[in-house]
């Protein structure tokens, strides 16, 4: 059973920096795609990045420069480093694990495998 977990979300002003830390219980294995959504109050859900099962990266335009992915202990923890903040960033932001992967995971339709966190949420006030 694998379960992601975040943690690390709160308040920031703009231009600001959070670290944002998932716990991925459970057994990952080589098959597994980890990474980040958010989604605005109202808005789509948006994919930010992911790590592939070869540690392979990619981000999405609208935060590539500005977030770093990162994975430790075996893909155990994943972490999303945002910098340059700003209110557009404002969202829930989410962990996602799903066995299937592919390298446009980010813009896959439906996710039917993946496994959520319970969001934490990041308010970037101007």
């Known amino acids: 059973q694998v379960q992601p977990v975040e943690s690390g979300g709160g308040s920031v002003q703009a231009g600001g920096s959070l670290r944002l830390s998932c716990r991925v219980s459970g057994d990952i294995d080589h098959n597994y795609c980890l990474g980040w959504f958010r989604q605005p109050p109202g808005k789509e859900r948006e994919g930010l990045a992911f790590i592939d099962p070869d540690d392979n990266i990619r981000y999405a335009d609208s935060v590539k420069g500005r977030f770093t992915i990162s994975s430790y202990n075996a893909k155990n923890t994943l972490d999303l480093l945002m910098n340059s903040l700003s209110p557009e960033d404002t969202a829930m932001y989410y962990c996602?694990?799903?066995?299937?992967?592919?390298?446009?995971?980010?813009?896959?339709?439906?996710?039917?495998?993946?496994?959520w966190g319970q969001g934490t949420q990041v308010t970037v006030s101007s």
């Open positions: 996602v694990a799903e066995h299937l992967c592919v390298n446009t995971w980010l813009n896959v339709q439906n996710h039917f495998d993946a496994v």
